[in-house]
Every structure is written in structure tokens, then in C-alpha cells.
């Protein structure tokens, strides 16, 4: 998403489903049922008159709209693809509580009229990027399938015959993991921002190829987002909890959960192996960050803090790359030490941005 506009005079809500869409035109009052077809959709854009004017709204559905917003792409019709919780409360706030594909879709029309001056526009993605983010969801697909046969076959009451087909599927899926490894590998290869962005990624202590590859999938945003949007939307940003003399600890939330797993791993690296990072992780339990319910479990708050600390690092560095490649994102300081080489955004000492 990107660009905004607040010069529409119609606005169409579309409830999106399987195998249906439900439409309602604010400029007409229309409200219908077509097929989530390309030839349903063709035919109803098509019949649509002043395009460029009107902005389609729809909700995230687990990709079931993305038929729908590139038929409206190729039509000229500019979209929006909505939060689905922001809908729900937006529709909460109205006092309606009954639940209907009719009532989601004059819902969305009007979510669309209210805020279309701060609404980002959905855009195409680029080919590649969806290729490697398919890919890795599919690897991770597999790996948790492996997880699932590995404890079958540990199990205390499973035959011989269940042991060897257990075997077996792990036999296939970690072929398949193989496969599916290399030819993110040769993606990346292949492709010259995605290798770049790769490069900077492994350059950081507790990165490796894998844990790269699914940053650059899951979250193509970073370099184009200030440190604590980023933060945010890798789920490691602590929201404050307060109500009048209450001052509640702070607590992380929201992201994107494959992000917030893969920078757990990239922070329990780090404070194993990096004496910096380590050090760093000491002194915020010597602080007095808060412990984990559990007491045979990390500390939480200082490992939430400590992710969202390895992350500027990513920050930092990716940004410059998107200055070398050209674009207008500028070099923001990760932290606020003077002379810090990469919050002055120079390519060189880089690890010294750490130590703050």
C-alpha cells in the first residue's frame, strides 16, 4: 500500500467470501451478490461508471481477495484493503451487533467515505517478493509438519508399522524442505534487491540465511518505516497501560507474529554469542525487568526489550540500502549517542550503533 486521496465521490464496500462477493455502491445505493470469479468480476466493473472517482474497500480474508483487488487494479479502480478488527470496531461504534454480508459491505462503503483522506491505497506487489514470501510460508509449512511427525514417532504407544510410516513422511518433508531451501536460495540469488537486502540482513549477529529470507518476506516494509514503526509492527514495541494515577507495565502486542518469532530467535543468538548483546541483556535484568510467570522461563519484558533492541541494527542498515538504491527514505538515528557510525548513516563501524 502506499499513496492516499481524499477526491472520491463513490465509494464500494465488498464483503469477500470463497465463492461470493457482496457489493454495495454508495453512489447508486446498489447492493448485490456477484461470483469471486474474474469473469463475475469483469462484468461488474466493467458496468461501473466514473472509475478513477470511486474507491473500492474490501477486507483482508486470508487471500481470497486478491482476485478481487487485481481486477480492480487492471480496471483503474483505485482499493483499499481494510484491517478486518478496525472494520469490527468501526461497525461496534455504530451500535449494530447483528452480523450480515450485507451489512459488512454498506459498512465498509462508509469506513471508506470517513477516512479515505488517510486511507493507503493497495498496489500490486512486486512478482518476486509474493514468489519468496509463498515459499516461505511453505517452508515453515513444512517444518512445523515435521515437528508434528517427529513427536508421533517419539511416542510412547506407537506400533512399528506407525514408526516406519512416521519415518517415511520425514523422509519426504525434509526433501521437500531441501528443495524448497534452494530455490529460495536461487530466488534471492537471482534477483538483485532481494540479494542485497539478504547481504545486509546476514551481516547481524543472530541472522542467518534462513532467519534473512523470512525477514525480507514477511516484512518488505522495513527500510521504509521509522524505528518505532517498525518496532510496532514487528510486534516488539512496548504499549504503555496507563489510567489516571496507574502506571501498569508495559507490554508488547499486536505485529506480525512470524516476525516477532524470527527476531526471538535472532535475540537468543545474540545474547549467547555476541558479548555486546550479552552484557547488554545482563544489565536489563540487573535493572530489574520484570520475569516471566514461570520461573523456568527467560525473562520476558528484558527478552521483548532485547528484540526490539536487535532489530534497530536491521533498521539501520536497511534503510541505507533503500538510499543507495535511490529511494527517499532518510537515515533516522537508532539511537542517541554522537558519533554513532550508523545512526549517522555511514556504511562503515556499523556494529558500534550496538552498544547503545
Not at 66 to 95: C, M, N, T, W
Not at 169 to 187: F, G, S, T, Y
Amino acid at each position: 500500500m502506499s499513496r492516499t486521496s481524499n477526491h472520491y465521490t463513490g465509494f464500494i464496500g465488498m464483503d469477500v467470501s470463497k465463492d461470493s462477493i457482496v457489493i454495495h455502491d454508495s453512489r447508486t445505493g446498489y447492493c448485490g451478490e456477484i461470483s469471486n470469479s474474474p469473469a463475475a468480476l469483469r462484468g461488474f466493473l466493467r458496468s461501473l461508471a466514473d472509475k478513477s472517482n470511486s474507491l473500492a474497500i474490501c477486507e483482508a480474508t486470508g487471500g481470497h481477495e486478491q482476485l478481487l483487488l487485481e481486477s480492480l487494479d487492471h480496471a483503474g479502480i483505485p482499493a483499499h484493503r481494510a484491517d478486518a478488527r478496525k472494520v469490527k470496531a468501526f461497525i461496534r461504534s455504530y451500535g449494530i451487533r447483528a452480523k450480515t454480508d450485507t451489512i459488512d459491505a454498506k459498512a465498509l462503503a462508509q469506513y471508506g467515505r470517513e477516512r479515505s483522506a488517510t486511507l493507503p491505497l493497495w498496489q500490486a506487489p512486486d512478482a518476486a517478493q509474493s514468489e519468496l514470501k509463498a515459499m516461505v510460508a511453505r517452508r515453515k509449512e513444512l517444518v512445523c509438519t515435521r515437528t508434528a511427525e517427529k513427536n508421533r514417532l517419539k511416542a510412547p504407544a506407537t506400533t512399528q508399522r506407525v514408526q516406519e510410516s512416521c519415518k517415511r513422511m520425514l523422509d519426504l518433508i525434509n526433501r521437500e524442505i531441501v528443495d524448497l531451501q534452494n530455490a529460495i536460495e536461487k530466488l534471492v540469488k537471482t534477483h538483485d534487491q532481494l540479494r542485497e537486502r539478504h547481504a545486509v540482513l546476514s551481516s547481524v549477529t543472530g541472522i542467518g540465511s534462513v532467519l534473512a529470507t523470512s525477514l525480507i518476506a514477511n516484512m518488505p516494509e522495513l527500510g521504509h518505516l521509522s524505528r518505532r514503526q517498525a518496532a510496532s509492527l514487528a510486534g516488539v514495541a512496548p504499549h504503555p497501560r496507563q489510567s489516571g494515577k496507574q502506571q501498569a507495565y508495559r507490554r508488547t502486542s499486536g505485529g506480525r507474529p512470524e516476525v516477532k518469532e524470527a527476531l526471538f530467535i535472532a535475540a537468543l543468538v545474540a545474547v549467547r554469542r555476541g558479548p555486546t548483546f550479552k552484557s547488554f541483556y545482563q544489565r536489563l535484568i540487573d535493572n530489574g525487568k520484570k520475569n516471566h510467570r514461570r520461573s523456568d522461563r527467560p525473562h520476558a519484558q528484558s527478552h521483548h526489550y532485547f528484540k526490539r533492541k536487535t532489530q534497530r541494527p536491521l533498521y539501520a542498515r536497511t534503510n541505507e540500502l533503500m538510499t543507495v538504491w535511490g529511494r527517499d527514505v532518510p537515515i533516522v538515528r537508532s539511537c542517541r549517542a554522537k558519533g554513532c557510525a550508523w545512526c549517522s548513516g555511514l556504511s562503515d563501524e556499523g556494529d558500534r550503533a550496538w552498544h547503545r
